[in-house]
């Protein structure tokens, strides 16, 4: 049996598709726009990745250096890693919506919910925070571009993992946080938690590490960028359940507003178009209908009946 907060979750049964799909792709516009929109000024992405990579420094914490130049000098790690950094993303986390919409729809909403909120804490994340990744600082910085290194063996150009030509359509400067780990760690939690087959559960175990030593080694993430998407995940999944029940109150006052601000009329029309019609006309006590005989066989207006009541044939 579904505990309370698990029924809550649940919101009755599978959502409907045709609302769901709506929502996930008006929410995945938003991602998308929201990385356009806030692009933010080259000088001032540069300065925040610089200052995110002198914290590292100081804290000894620069494990992309070391990625970066074995994914560079390793093309049978470097190509397998750029295209699992330009498809993955797009792919797999869909992939999970759908396996959990279809087979799992009492633990869907709770982690959709989950899912959106996070998305939507990494859009504010790329606006307030502009950065630049490591592969677009300075050479002097010691990185490279795998992705443009690796350009020809796949469909992305030289601008992160945009198409050949649509470059423009992406913004280079939303690396904090990395939601690419933040959704990688969605979707390997969910398959763990949720998954009935050993393999399943193992290899959503390794997806989310794998994809964080992706996008430090392909130089389009830091450290502190991978601990930032994982964090943004974290407080998705703390806030879902608190909106899921805002949203359900909300719901039910609406439905339970619907239900009683009908038009006065609407019972009574359908209590007639049922049948019952003296449900809505009754009268008081000696009081009768134009044409309705009574029991000693006249109508109210007087017409003769074919019976007479006792007592009038007494007198």
Same mark, same amino acid.
């Not at 601008?159 to 400067?173: I, K, M, V």
């Not at 009329?265 to 019952?276: E, I, L, P, S």
């Given at each position: 049996?579904?505990?309370?907060?698990?029924?809550?979750?649940? /919101?009755?049964?599978?959502?409907?598709?045709?609302?769901?799909? $709506?929502?996930?792709?008006? @929410?995945?516009?938003?991602?998308?726009?929201?990385?356009? *929109?806030?692009? !933010? &000024? +080259?000088?001032?992405?540069?300065?925040? %990745?610089?200052?995110?990579?002198?914290?590292?420094?100081?804290?000894?914490?620069?494990?992309?250096?070391?990625?970066?130049?074995?994914?560079?000098?390793?093309?049978?790690?470097?190509?397998?890693?750029?295209?699992?950094?330009? =498809?993955?993303?797009?792919?797999?986390?869909? =992939? @999970?919506?759908?396996?959990?919409?279809?087979?799992?729809?009492?633990?869907?909403?709770?982690?959709?919910?989950?899912? *959106?909120?996070?998305?939507?804490?990494?859009?504010?994340?790329?606006?307030?925070?502009?950065?630049?990744?490591?592969? *677009?600082?300075?050479? %002097?910085? !010691?990185?490279?571009?795998?992705?443009?290194?690796? =350009? &020809?063996?796949?469909?992305?150009?030289?601008?992160?993992?945009?198409?050949?030509?649509? /470059?423009?359509?992406?913004?280079?400067?939303?690396?904090?946080?990395?939601?690419?780990?933040?959704?990688?760690?969605?979707?390997?939690?969910? +398959?763990?938690?949720?998954?009935?087959?050993?393999?399943?559960?193992?290899?959503?175990?390794?997806?989310? @590490?794998?994809?964080?030593?992706?996008?430090?080694?392909?130089?389009?993430?830091?450290?502190?960028?991978?601990?930032?998407?994982?964090?943004?995940?974290? +407080?998705?999944?703390?806030?879902?359940?608190?909106?899921?029940?805002?949203?359900?109150?909300?719901?039910?006052?609406?439905?339970?507003?619907?239900?009683?601000?009908?038009?006065? /009329?609407?019972?009574?029309?359908?209590?007639?178009? /049922?049948?019952?019609?003296?449900?809505?006309?009754?009268?008081?006590?000696?009081?009768?209908? $134009?044409?309705?005989?009574?029991?000693?066989?006249?109508?109210?207006?007087?017409?003769?009946?074919?019976?007479?009541?006792?007592?009038?044939?007494?007198?």
């Amino acid at each position: 049996m579904l505990s309370a907060a698990r029924r809550t979750a649940a /919101g009755g049964g599978r959502p409907r598709w045709w609302a769901e799909l $709506p929502l996930l792709a008006a @929410v995945y516009l938003a991602y998308t726009a929201g990385r356009l *929109l806030a692009r !933010g &000024d +080259v000088h001032t992405a540069t300065g925040n %990745g610089t200052a995110l990579l002198r914290l590292e420094r100081a804290l000894r914490l620069t494990p992309e250096s070391a990625l970066n130049r074995l994914f560079t000098t390793t093309p049978a790690l470097g190509i397998p890693a750029a295209f699992a950094y330009a =498809a993955l993303h797009y792919l797999v986390t869909p =992939a @999970v919506l759908v396996w959990l919409w279809r087979r799992r729809p009492e633990d869907y909403r709770i982690l959709r919910s989950g899912l *959106l909120i996070a998305t939507l804490i990494g859009l504010a994340g790329f606006t307030l925070f502009p950065t630049a990744p490591p592969r *677009l600082l300075d050479a %002097g910085h !010691g990185f490279t571009d795998s992705m443009a290194q690796y =350009a &020809d063996r796949g469909w992305w150009g030289g601008e992160a993992s945009a198409p050949r030509g649509l /470059g423009g359509l992406t913004n280079q400067y939303a690396a904090m946080p990395s939601l690419h780990v933040g959704w990688a760690l969605w979707c390997g939690a969910a +398959v763990w938690r949720l998954a009935p087959s050993r393999v399943a559960r193992t290899l959503a175990a390794a997806y989310p @590490v794998a994809i964080a030593l992706v996008v430090m080694g392909t130089a389009n993430h830091y450290l502190l960028d991978v601990l930032a998407g994982a964090a943004v995940m974290g +407080v998705g999944a703390l806030l879902a359940r608190p909106f899921l029940r805002r949203t359900d109150a909300l719901r039910a006052r609406a439905a339970g507003a619907g239900a009683h601000g009908g038009p006065p /009329g609407d019972a009574y029309r359908g209590r007639v178009q /049922g049948g019952d019609v003296s449900a809505g006309c009754e009268t008081s006590a000696g009081e009768r209908f $134009p044409r309705q005989p009574t029991r000693g066989g006249r109508s109210a207006d007087g017409a003769a009946g074919a019976e007479t009541e006792p007592a009038a044939a007494a007198h």
